[in-house]
């Protein structure tokens, strides 16, 4: 089996490319030399050298075997996943074989079926991109969330907090955050086990309770946590409730739906200042909260203020990126309390009822709510300590704004009048890609022709007309990709503006299919245009019996004879006289 040719390191190829194109040159000048001694006279491999001379490009100026696309039409590819980069909306892989796509279309229109790319080729390109890109999963986030996360928003708002903490000389003791959390009671959670019977034992019997309650926690940056609201849902409280508790300082709410508002947040307030009162003695607190409804109310601002608490809001849809109770110690919570309903599971008790949760709850909130975790929650969100950039490293703010390119100012001077060539059907450029692409293929051929007595002129002149030519060709690409994103753009916003209707369609139960039910809507607009046409038929009928009528009433039978002549249509103000009231026709 012959050995396999080792590659050759990049120094090497490019020294006996250089090596090639200087023996090729002295070949063009005199053709009547030997290859075999220019190849020994600048040290080149005889075979690429023979190739070069036949017109066989190198390997570098090749296109990659695998593509269909030009490198042109590539670099258009790469450029508009740049620009949607930049944008904030990067490309799928789909997206990305969707454009490789219309750029052949585009630029091969006489064929049908169009040219695609294959199922794979996506996969080779992306390891053509240049350094930096990476293919990572996009999860979806709401647009309000998503919006939120605009830099100039969060920087505002570690920026006045820091100031509130220097003006009011707030430690990290009396840094608190408060939050409610929602339990499905008896939800069980995924859990790892070790068995020999691995496909009959991949799930567990535990039936929830389908019951929803609501839980109020507040920790501090110092890693303290006070007793906590627990609000059920029920119309009284009830004795059992207690009978499973055995914290006394644990505060029990009830509300119809198991839900906080905004008098259980005012109860809760006063629980807080009692609590937090022996870490703060006469220092300022700092309490950060959500901006919803129930929780800002002007009683419990006020009863703040009297109290030296500083209430401080998250901007909106941003508790999930700031708010430290949402980040690691609210999933420790769900956590632990999963792992006690398999647990009891485990032990025979299938049903996990609302007076399990709550015997339970203290061994969950102490394996939840340790200093580690608590401390971590704040540390995670920049609070304490006060570092902002951790938030907007999870963002990516840092990457888009290199991403951003420099904005370039003009400077005020002013350029040369150059005056406009006369347009003309003949002189107008080619638009579309593919006649780019002809015209550039003509280019390319009279410059092969004349490629020597351009090199006598400038050197370089021949690589700047090539380097315009590819340049027109990706930015004809790249205009055609932009055009065609931005119709489906006005297509999408032109869907969502139509008039929504809710009216029924009468007389219809069971299944309908669309057929049907465009057929019904149809019909009822024809009768409604119907009855609206009855509507002013009937109008105007009124009308000319009014006229009719008061013509009758002035006893002027000439006026009558006008009224009549004018509605038959026949009295056109250009072509008859107009008569007064007291005018005779007969006398005009």
């Given at each position: 089996?012959?050995?396999?040719?080792?590659?050759?390191?990049p120094e090497?190829y490019?020294?006996e490319?250089?090596?090639?194109?200087?023996?090729?040159q002295s070949?063009?000048q005199?053709?009547n030399?030997?290859i075999t001694v220019?190849?020994?006279?600048?040290?080149?491999?005889?075979r690429?050298?023979?190739a070069r001379?036949?017109?066989q490009?190198?390997y570098?100026?090749?296109?990659?075997t695998n593509?269909?696309?030009?490198?042109?039409?590539e670099?258009?590819?790469k450029?508009?996943?740049?620009?949607l980069?930049?944008i904030?909306?990067?490309p799928t892989?789909r997206?990305?074989?969707?454009?490789?796509?219309a750029?052949?279309?585009r630029?091969?229109?006489?064929?049908?079926?169009?040219?695609?790319?294959?199922?794979?080729?996506?996969?080779?390109?992306l390891?053509?991109?240049?350094d930096?890109?990476?293919?990572?999963?996009?999860?979806?986030i709401?647009?309000?969330r998503?919006?939120?996360?605009?830099?100039?928003?969060?920087?505002?708002?570690?920026d006045?907090?820091k100031?509130q903490l220097d003006?009011?000389?707030?430690?990290?003791?009396?840094?608190w955050n408060?939050?409610?959390t929602?339990?499905?009671?008896?939800?069980?959670?995924?859990?790892t086990?070790v068995t020999r019977?691995?496909?009959?034992?991949?799930?567990?019997?535990?039936?929830?309770?389908?019951?929803s309650?609501?839980?109020?926690?507040?920790?501090?940056?110092?890693?303290?946590?006070i007793?906590p609201?627990?609000i059920l849902?029920?119309?009284?409280?009830?004795?059992?409730?207690?009978q499973?508790?055995e914290?006394e300082?644990?505060l029990v709410?009830?509300?119809k739906?198991?839900?906080?508002?905004?008098?259980?947040i005012?109860?809760?307030i006063?629980h807080?200042?009692?609590?937090?009162?022996k870490y703060?003695?006469?220092s300022?607190?700092?309490l950060?909260m959500?901006?919803?409804?129930a929780?800002i109310t002007?009683?419990?601002?006020e009863?703040?203020?009297?109290?030296?608490?500083?209430?401080?809001?998250?901007?909106?849809?941003?508790?999930?990126?700031?708010?430290?109770?949402?980040?690691?110690?609210?999933?420790n919570?769900?956590?632990?309390?999963?792992?006690?309903?398999n647990?009891?599971?485990?032990?025979?008790?299938?049903?996990f009822?609302k007076?399990?949760?709550?015997?339970?709850l203290?061994?969950?909130?102490?394996?939840?709510?340790?200093?580690k975790?608590?401390?971590?929650g704040?540390?995670?969100r920049?609070?304490y300590?006060?570092?902002?950039?951790?938030?907007?490293e999870?963002i990516?703010?840092?990457?888009?704004?290199?991403?951003?390119?420099?904005?370039?100012i003009?400077?005020?001077?002013?350029?040369?009048?150059?005056?406009?060539?006369?347009?003309?059907?003949?002189?107008?450029?080619?638009?579309d890609?593919?006649?780019?692409g002809r015209?550039?293929k003509?280019?390319?051929?009279?410059?092969?022709e004349?490629?020597?007595?351009i090199?006598d002129i400038?050197p370089?002149l021949?690589?700047?007309?090539?380097?315009?030519?590819?340049?027109?060709?990706?930015n004809?690409h790249l205009?055609?990709?932009?055009?065609?994103?931005?119709n489906q753009?006005?297509d999408?916003?032109?869907?969502?503006a139509?008039a929504?209707?809710?009216?029924?369609?009468?007389?219809?139960?069971g299944?309908?299919?669309?057929r049907?039910?465009?057929k019904?809507?149809?019909?009822r607009?024809?009768e409604?245009i119907?009855?609206?046409w009855?509507?002013?038929?009937?109008?105007?009928?009124?009308?000319i019996r009014q006229?009719?009528?008061t013509?009758?009433?002035?006893?002027?039978n000439d006026?009558?004879?006008?009224?009549?002549?004018?509605?038959s249509?026949w009295?056109?103000?250009?072509?008859n006289p107009?008569f007064y009231?007291?005018?005779?026709?007969?006398?005009?």
């Amino acid at each position: 089996m012959p050995k396999k040719t080792p590659e050759k390191d990049p120094e090497t190829y490019k020294k006996e490319e250089d090596a090639i194109k200087n023996a090729y040159q002295s070949y063009i000048q005199n053709k009547n030399q030997k290859i075999t001694v220019l190849a020994r006279e600048f040290d080149a491999p005889y075979r690429r050298l023979l190739a070069r001379i036949h017109g066989q490009t190198s390997y570098q100026d090749r296109p990659p075997t695998n593509s269909l696309l030009t490198d042109a039409e590539e670099r258009a590819v790469k450029a508009w996943i740049e620009q949607l980069d930049i944008i904030g909306t990067p490309p799928t892989n789909r997206m990305i074989t969707g454009c490789a796509d219309a750029i052949l279309a585009r630029a091969n229109p006489h064929l049908d079926p169009p040219r695609t790319v294959g199922p794979n080729w996506v996969y080779g390109f992306l390891k053509r991109l240049p350094d930096g890109y990476e293919r990572v999963e996009q999860t979806p986030i709401d647009p309000k969330r998503l919006n939120a996360q605009d830099l100039g928003v969060l920087q505002t708002w570690f920026d006045r907090l820091k100031i509130q903490l220097d003006t009011k000389k707030i430690t990290y003791t009396n840094i608190w955050n408060f939050d409610e959390t929602g339990f499905r009671v008896g939800q069980g959670k995924k859990e790892t086990v070790v068995t020999r019977f691995g496909k009959s034992r991949t799930r567990i019997a535990s039936a929830s309770s389908r019951e929803s309650l609501t839980l109020i926690e507040c920790v501090s940056a110092a890693g303290k946590v006070i007793p906590p609201l627990i609000i059920l849902a029920a119309k009284n409280h009830l004795e059992e409730w207690y009978q499973h508790l055995e914290k006394e300082d644990y505060l029990v709410a009830f509300s119809k739906a198991g839900y906080s508002n905004s008098e259980l947040i005012f109860e809760w307030i006063h629980h807080f200042a009692i609590e937090t009162k022996k870490y703060a003695g006469s220092s300022w607190r700092l309490l950060f909260m959500d901006n919803f409804d129930a929780h800002i109310t002007y009683e419990l601002y006020e009863f703040c203020i009297s109290k030296k608490i500083l209430v401080y809001t998250f901007p909106p849809n941003t508790t999930h990126i700031l708010q430290p109770l949402d980040g690691v110690p609210f999933q420790n919570y769900k956590h632990f309390h999963g792992v006690e309903v398999n647990n009891q599971a485990r032990a025979g008790g299938v049903v996990f009822d609302k007076y399990d949760f709550l015997f339970n709850l203290p061994k969950v909130r102490e394996q939840t709510f340790t200093k580690k975790i608590i401390r971590s929650g704040f540390r995670d969100r920049g609070i304490y300590p006060y570092n902002p950039d951790i938030v907007f490293e999870k963002i990516g703010a840092q990457q888009i704004l290199d991403a951003i390119p420099i904005l370039q100012i003009w400077n005020g001077d002013e350029q040369e009048d150059i005056p406009s060539s006369p347009t003309t059907k003949s002189m107008s450029p080619p638009l579309d890609a593919y006649r780019i692409g002809r015209h550039v293929k003509r280019i390319e051929k009279d410059l092969d022709e004349i490629k020597e007595q351009i090199k006598d002129i400038s050197p370089n002149l021949e690589r700047r007309v090539r380097r315009i030519m590819k340049s027109s060709i990706i930015n004809a690409h790249l205009q055609a990709q932009n055009k065609t994103h931005i119709n489906q753009l006005l297509d999408l916003n032109r869907r969502k503006a139509k008039a929504k209707s809710r009216r029924q369609i009468l007389n219809v139960g069971g299944v309908l299919s669309v057929r049907d039910a465009n057929k019904r809507i149809d019909a009822r607009r024809a009768e409604e245009i119907k009855k609206k046409w009855r509507i002013e038929e009937r109008a105007r009928k009124r009308r000319i019996r009014q006229a009719k009528e008061t013509s009758r009433v002035a006893q002027n039978n000439d006026m009558c004879a006008i009224i009549d002549a004018q509605i038959s249509g026949w009295n056109q103000p250009d072509e008859n006289p107009f008569f007064y009231l007291d005018t005779n026709p007969s006398s005009a």
